[in-house]
C-alpha cells in the first residue's frame, strides 16, 4: 500500500476527488493533507474523508519539519493540488520522481511563478489559443519546469470567459488526475 500526501492551498477538489478515488482500493491511500494557508478550505475536505491534516509555515517547510512529518507518516508519493508555493530541494531529493503536480494549461506555455488557477486562464483566452487543458508534471525546483508526465486538451472557443475555460479545464482534472496518479504508482 502506498501513502500518499497531497499538498493544497486553496478549496481543496482535486484532493477530495484524490481521496475519493483511492479509498477502498489497494494500491493506495492519502494519509497526510498539508497547506500553508489557515484558512484553505482543504482542510474542511479532508476532515470529512477522515484525512490526517497540517497546517505548516513556509519556515517549517524549508527548515525540514515537513519533511520530517512526512517521513512519520511513511509517505511514498506527493501530490501538489493547488499547492502555490515553490517546493524544497530536500523534500524533491527525498522523493526523486515521487512527486506530481497540476497545472491548468498545456505546459511550457502559461507556466512559472504568478500563473495559477484563473491568471493562467485569463491569459489563455486573451491570448486567443485555440486550445488550452492541463498538465501533469513531474516537481523540480523551479515553477512548473518538472519533466511532463501526461497532458490533456480542451478547445478554447472565441466566446469563452475565463470561467469557461475554467469549467473545461476542471473536468479534465477530475478526469485525468486520480488515474496518472495511479499509473505512476503501478510503474513504480
Not at 37 to 61: C, G, H, P, Q, Y
Not at 114 to 119: E, L, R, V
Not at 173 to 178: G, I, Q
Amino acid at each position: 500500500m502506498n501513502n500518499i500526501a497531497i499538498f493544497a492551498s486553496g478549496s481543496g477538489s482535486n484532493a477530495e476527488n484524490i481521496i475519493n478515488h483511492f479509498n477502498g482500493g489497494n494500491l493506495a491511500r492519502v494519509v497526510l493533507v498539508l497547506s500553508e494557508n489557515k484558512d484553505a478550505f482543504v482542510f474542511e475536505r479532508a476532515r470529512k474523508l477522515s484525512v490526517f491534516t497540517v497546517l505548516f509555515s513556509l519556515e517549517e517547510l524549508k527548515s525540514g519539519n515537513v519533511l520530517s512529518i512526512l517521513k512519520q507518516y511513511n509517505v511514498d508519493f506527493i501530490v501538489l493540488a493547488g499547492f502555490l508555493k515553490l517546493f524544497p530541494q530536500s523534500i524533491i531529493e527525498e522523493f526523486p520522481q515521487k512527486i506530481v503536480n497540476i497545472h491548468p494549461a498545456l505546459l511550457p506555455k502559461y507556466g512559472g511563478r504568478g500563473m495559477y488557477g484563473d491568471k493562467v486562464h485569463k491569459a489563455v483566452v486573451d491570448a486567443g489559443e485555440k486550445e488550452s487543458g492541463i498538465t501533469i508534471h513531474y516537481v523540480n525546483n523551479n515553477y512548473d519546469e518538472g519533466g511532463i508526465v501526461f497532458q490533456a486538451k480542451c478547445p478554447v472557443f472565441p466566446s469563452d470567459k475565463p470561467e469557461d475555460l475554467a469549467q473545461r479545464v476542471h473536468q479534465l482534472e477530475y478526469e485525468h488526475f486520480p488515474k496518472v496518479i495511479e499509473k505512476l504508482l503501478i510503474k513504480s
